[in-house]
C-alpha cells in the first residue's frame, strides 16, 4: 500500500451511505418498470403463429394476397367494391416514382421489338396478332404522353391482407374478394410462404417486404384512389340522413328509380314513423303532394303545422266515402276500363264487408262468397251502376255515381242469392256501420298533405274502411296526376286480409304509372313476409328502409336482402334512427337526423312532447278569511 505524506486516504462514512441510498434507489425504480405496462404490451396480441398460406394473430386468422395482374384498360373507383366490403381487412399500397427518360428508353426499344415480331410473322404469312398490334398502339402512345410531359411513370404494389375467426370463414372472405377482383380482370394470389412479410407490408410500418410491382402510368394509377365509399348522394333529391362510412349526407330522389315504391321495416320504437315524418316533410318541399293513413293518430300534429288536411273516421264523424265514385280520367284507354276497374275493386271490398275469406283448421281456405253469390254479386254491381245512368260509355261517367243503399236495393229485389246478400250487407245501410260508406262522398283531397287517421274505428271496420280509403286515392291519383307520396303506415292490418292484401300488391305495381311513390311501413315483419303478397310488394320497392329489428326477423329479413353476418348483427343492435338504407342496389349504414325544429314537429316521443308543452297556468287557490 502506497503512503503519502505518511497518512492512509479514507473514505468519508457520508459518502458511503449516499452511494448506497442511490444504488438501493436504483434497484427499486428498476423492479417498478418491470412491472410497468407499455403501449406496446397493450396492442400487441398475445401470440404469433405463421403457415404457409395463412396467419394466426391471438384468436383472429389472417391472410395476404397480392395483385399481380391488371387488364388492358382499368376503370376509376374499381377498387371501390374491395374497401367497402363488409368485411375486416387490410389494404396497403406501394407507388415508387420511376425516371420518365428510363422508361423512354425502354418503350423504345419494346417498340422496337414489337414491331420486328408482327414484320416476322407478316413475312411468315401468318394471321395477323392483335395482342400484338393493341401493344405497338399504346406503347406508342405511352411514349408520346410521356416526351410531352402529360404522364409520369410508377411501380405500384397492391396487398390485401384479410382477418377472420375461421379457417372456414377466412376461405369464405378470400373467395368474395377474388370474385369481386376477378369480375374487373384484376388477377390476384395468396402470399404463399411469405404470410410473415405480407403482414407486415400491410401493417401501417412503410415496408415493402413482399415487392410485387406492376408498372402504370399516372391514369392507370390515379383509378386506383383508394379514399371512396358507398355513396348515395345525388344532385337533386331530400335529406335522408348521415351515410356513417364515411360521414357524407344521403341525398337521393326516390321518383329517379324504376319505381318510387318504398318499405319501412322496424320494430316498434326504432324510429320508423319519425323516418316516414320526416321524409314526408322534406319532400313536400320539393313540390310534393303526400297522403297518409294513419291508424294511431301519430300524424296530426305534422299535418296541422303545413296546414294539411285531416280526415277523422269514424262512426260518430261526419266525414263520408263513397267507394262507387270512379275516376275522372283524362286518358281515354284508361276512361274506357274506369268502370271495369272500379267494378273489380268493389268486388273485393264487398267480400271484405260480407266477412272476407275463412282459413280453417286444416289449412284450407274458404271464399266468403260462393261462385254463384259472386256471380249474382256481379250482376247486381252492373244494374246499380246503369240506375244511376252510369254505363260503359266514358261519357256517362260523370253522373252521381250510386252508393251502397243503391245496391242493397237492387239485391234486395233479384232472384236467387241476391235477397241474402242483402241482408249480409244490411248493417253497412241501416245497421250498426250506417253512414260512414253509405252515402256520397263529402271530402276533397285536394291539398298539399292530407290524413286519414283511422284509430277510433272498430276493428271490424278498419280493414273496409282501409280498403275503402285506398281505392278513393287511386282512384283520385288516376283522375289527376301530380307527383304524390301515398303512406301505408301499419301496413300489417292490410295484409291480414287477401283481398286487402291483392289491393295493395295491384298499388304498388301501377304506382309508377301514375307518379305515385308508395310507401309501406310495418312492424309486424314477420307476418308481412311470410305472406306471398308480402313479398311481392318488396320485390316492387326499390328502396327499402330495415331499422332496428328483433332478434327474430333478422334471419328472415337477412335471407331476402342478402344481408352479411356482421349486418345482421347491426340489425338487431342499432340504435334508435339508425339502419340499413337500400335504394336500386346500393345500400348503406345510415343515420337518420333532424333539425330542432322538424325534431318537435314530427316526435312522437311522450318526454319529449311533455317538455314542448307549454306549462299550463297554476289554477288560483282559494283563500278563506
Known amino acids: 500500500m502506497a503512503l503519502f505524506g505518511g ?19 436504483q434497484e427499486i425504480e428498476s423492479e417498478f418498470l418491470k412491472g410497468i405496462t407499455t403501449l406496446r404490451d397493450l396492442i400487441a396480441p398475445s401470440s404469433l403463429e405463421v403457415q404457409g398460406s395463412y396467419f394466426r394473430l391471438g384468436t383472429k386468422y389472417g391472410r395476404t394476397l397480392y395483385v399481380y395482374g391488371y387488364p388492358r384498360q382499368i376503370y376509376t373507383g374499381w377498387l371501390s367494391p374491395v374497401i367497402n366490403i363488409d368485411e375486416v381487412i387490410d389494404i396497403s399500397m406501394f407507388i415508387y416514382q420511376v425516371e420518365s427518360q428510363v422508361v423512354l428508353h425502354n418503350l423504345q426499344r419494346k417498340v422496337g421489338e414489337l414491331e420486328a415480331t408482327a414484320q416476322v410473322l407478316a ?5 395477323r396478332d392483335p395482342g400484338v398490334e393493341a401493344a405497338i398502339r399504346d406503347a406508342e402512345e405511352l411514349r408520346d404522353q410521356l416526351q410531352v410531359g402529360a404522364e409520369r411513370f410508377f411501380r405500384y404494389g397492391l396487398y390485401v391482407t384479410i382477418y377472420a375467426d375461421s379457417l372456414d370463414e377466412l376461405n369464405f372472405v378470400q373467395h368474395k374478394i377474388e370474385t369481386i377482383l376477378g369480375q374487373q380482370m384484376v388477377l390476384s394470389k395468396v402470399a404463399s410462404n ?31 384512389f383508394p379514399f371512396t365509399s358507398a355513396d348515395l348522394t345525388q344532385d337533386k333529391g331530400i335529406l335522408y340522413g348521415i351515410n356513417m362510412h364515411n360521414n357524407g349526407l344521403v341525398i337521393f330522389d326516390r321518383f329517379s328509380l324504376e319505381n318510387a315504391n318504398m318499405v ?33 293518430n301519430e300524424y296530426q300534429r305534422l299535418c296541422d303545422a303545413v296546414g294539411g288536411s285531416y280526415i277523422r273516421l269514424s262512426l260518430n264523424s261526419s266525414t263520408r266515402i ?19 276497374a272500379n267494378l273489380i275493386t268493389l268486388h273485393g271490398l264487398l267480400r271484405l264487408m260480407m266477412g272476407g275469406s275463412q282459413t280453417l283448421a286444416n289449412g284450407v281456405t274458404t271464399p266468403a262468397l260462393s261462385p254463384a253469390e259472386e256471380a249474382d254479386l256481379d250482376q247486381a254491381l252492373i244494374d246499380t251502376y246503369a240506375r244511376a245512368g252510369i254505363t260503359s260509355d266514358p261519357l256517362t261517367h260523370n253522373s252521381p255515381p250510386p252508393t251502397v243503399g243503391d245496391l242493397y236495393e237492387t239485391l234486395l229485389h ?35 298533405m292530407v290524413v286519414f287517421n283511422t284509430r277510433d274505428l272498430e276493428d271490424e271496420l278498419r280493414p273496409v274502411a282501409m280498403y275503402i280509403i285506398l281505392s278513393y286515392i287511386w282512384n283520385k291519383t288516376r283522375s289527376n296526376q301530380k307527383k304524390r307520396m301515398l303512406v301505408v303506415d301499419e301496413a300489417w292490418q292490410l295484409m291480414k286480409y287477401d ?50 329489428q328483433s332478434a327474430s326477423a333478422v334471419d328472415m329479413l337477412g335471407e331476402v336482402f342478402k344481408l352479411t ?14 339502419g340499413l338504407f337500400f335504394a336500386g342496389q346500393n345500400h348503406v349504414h345510415i343515420q337518420v337526423i333532424a333539425s330542432p325544429t322538424e325534431q318537435s314537429l314530427i316526435t312522437t316521443n311522450p318526454q319529449q312532447l311533455q317538455q314542448a308543452a307549454p306549462a299550463q297556468p297554476e289554477a288560483p287557490s282559494a283563500s278563506t278569511s
Open 322 to 340: 263513397n267507394p262507387f265514385d270512379l275516376p275522372r280520367v283524362i286518358d281515354s284507354d284508361d276512361a274506357d276500363d274506369a268502370l271495369r
Open 264 to 296: 319501412v321495416f322496424a320494430k316498434s320504437g326504432a324510429g320508423k314513423s319519425f323516418t316516414v315524418k320526416l321524409e314526408a316533410l322534406r319532400s313536400m318541399m320539393t313540390g310534393s303532394e303526400v297522403i297518409i293513413i294513419d291508424p294511431e
Open 499 to 548: 283481398d286487402s292484401a291483392n289491393f295493395l300488391f295491384s298499388l304498388a305495381k301501377r304506382a309508377r304509372k301514375y307518379y305515385l311513390a308508395l310507401t309501406t311501413v310495418t312492424q309486424d315483419v314477420e307476418d308481412f313476409m311470410s305472406d306471398k303478397m308480402g313479398r311481392a310488394i318488396v320485390a316492387n320497392s326499390s328502396m327499402q328502409l330495415l331499422l332496428k
Open 194 to 224: 411469405q404470410q410473415e412479410q405480407g403482414l407486415n407490408s400491410t401493417i401501417p410500418q412503410m415496408t415493402d417486404q413482399l415487392q410485387i410491382r406492376r408498372n402504370m402510368n399516372t391514369g392507370a394509377i390515379s383509378t386506383s
Open 414 to 448: 233479384m232472384p236467387g242469392n241476391g235477397p241474402q246478400l242483402a241482408q249480409r250487407l244490411r248493417k253497412f245501410t241501416t245497421g250498426t256501420f250506417a253512414g260512414i260508406f253509405s252515402q256520397q262522398s263529402n271530402i276533397d283531397i285536394n291539398n298539399s
Open 7 to 25: 497518512k492512509k486516504k479514507t473514505q468519508d462514512p457520508l459518502d458511503i451511505a449516499e452511494a448506497q441510498r442511490l444504488r438501493e434507489q
Open 565 to 578: 353476418e356482421e349486418e345482421k348483427k347491426r340489425l338487431s343492435n342499432f340504435p334508435v334512427g339508425q
Open 123 to 127: 413475312e411468315r404469312g401468318r394471321v
